[in-house]
């Protein structure tokens, strides 16, 4: 097992990553930038070093210093966390070559997944289902035309080169086709340089639906049920339950069964979620996400299996403790994500937390790094809590999410607190009645 | 509750510590055992394993008002060397008076040695890194006034 790990990351997740260490007697490295030296689990870490300024780019995602501090502080692994250097294949790479261990799955794998249309192809070949389209760049309108009459409308047209938004059009019937490729190859020509567009099935009200996995390498892969994350607003997740409503027991079974057998054929290593979307009972994968996520505690409530020790363990050679007749689902849970940012406008609102109270009792967890007198940075993204709550059904569990909301006070900033509380006393909500254009409605209704 | 065995020659060789370097406080941990010995009447008593939220009023980490004026910080993490190979004179030594950009020490880092230049002319006043030990960003490396 590691003696020292460093946790190549920062917040509330650096701080989920000392916590797992410390529990398993390893001790940690928090590497940080000079906007953190007060944090949280800097103070905790068993040691710290500063390797930048504030900037993402000098400090969390430079490379060279992490491995830098990585070989002073004498660690065996290194953790990276959510976002910056998570999915980095080339980084990844480098640790290993470097004699340390990287937490997560193989570079290869990284890189498989990273790039979007080898991850579709990669999820076809592994028998996982897509969106149906062309593959690759639409030669020419005749061909889009016998394709999207064969997927069925309504189709979207989007920019090979692409992302964002940009570049994509819906086309309802044959006739809007021309016009869309047309728009289309125009728009992605313009933000992206080239015009090749491809094809995909629209899906005009699908659910977010993904599934946890985790797997060892000795060739043990289990799932931990799916979590529904279609509470979106510009396509960042706003708040993520399980099991979700949307499922029947025989629909959950399919594509969980589906994802592991993918997995198995892959030989998958680590935590990694595999995302679909899911419309009129049938599922359509869209990534892979080869790192720990954000809303992995939702899965930790249902199951009681700690992820972020799994990885350690597994990254360290252990085979998983567990298969997956072991894993027993049990209740609901729901994650909030809290945000340093004003409640209507979504403006960032960093600053000085004046007070901090955060709500407590049975089945109720809060993942921050906040404690009052903390100046929250405004160099990094906006998540400064995750409220998740767990309960014995989805009714007890929405009861104790509003008792946990009211208690929580956090001073001084700005938070997206009253908006959980508003969302969370919305009927569609309250029935489980959502897809992920739902809060994007939601929210522009109630500005 | 363990047995702590007080160690009479480690506290002794703490408080010659402080009394030559003028602290007033020096707190030492390895493993499961800390001790801390403060010069001056205010004596605060610390478990183990402190919450670093009340650590924060009660605790004297050494406080500087911002780094002293002509501080040279150190621009990445490494490991600094004072001279160009072992063995070898160090680039500068205190009183050397030094020219903007001359190189007044090596930071190692990934086995690239980067030279680190004086940002401005002047006398090194202090020398305030260890030869061959680890440096943090901003770490205050030399005074050069």
Known sequence: MFEKVLIANRGEIALRIHRACREMGIRTVAVHSTADADAMHVRLADESVCIGPPPSRESYLNVPAILTAASIAGADAIHPGIGFLSENAKFASMVGEHGFTFIGPTPEHIALMGDKVQAKEAAISLGLPVVPGSEGALANDAEAMDLADGIGYPVLIKAAAGGGGKGMKVANARDEMVQALSLARAESKANFGNDAVYLEKYLSHPRHIEIQVLGDSHGNVIHLGERDCSLQRRHQKVLEEAPSPALNASQRREVCDTAIAAMKKLGYRSAGTIEFLFQDGKFYFIEMNTRLQVEHPVSEMITGIDLVREQIRVAAGAPLGMTQNDVVFNGHAIECRINAEDPVHFRPSPGRITDYHAPGGLGVRVDSALYTGYRVPSHYDSLIAKLVVHGGSRNECLMRLRRALEEFVIGGIETSIPLHRRLIAAGDFINGDYDIRWLEKYVTVEA | ?145
Do not use: C, W
């Not at chain 2, 020096?26 to 001790?35: D, H, L, N, P, S």
């Open chain 2, 1 to 145: 509750m363990p047995k702590f065995d007080v160690d009479e020659s480690l506290v002794r060789k703490l408080a010659g510590l402080l009394e030559q370097t003028g602290l007033t406080e020096i707190e030492f941990e390895a493993g499961e055992q800390r001790i801390r010995v403060t010069r001056g009447s205010t004596v605060v008593h610390a478990p183990a394993a402190a919450a670093p939220a009340a650590v924060a009023p009660a605790a004297v980490p050494v406080v500087s008002d911002g780094p002293p004026a002509g501080a040279v910080m150190s621009p990445m993490v490494g490991t600094a060397y004072a001279a160009a190979t072992p063995g070898s004179d160090a680039f500068v030594k205190v009183g050397d008076r030094v020219q903007k950009g001359q190189t007044l020490l090596i930071i190692e880092a990934m086995k690239v040695m980067n030279p680190i230049p004086a940002p401005h002319a002047g006398t090194v006043k202090e020398i305030l890194f260890d030869d061959g030990r680890p440096v943090e960003y901003d770490d205050v490396l030399m005074v050069v006034a």
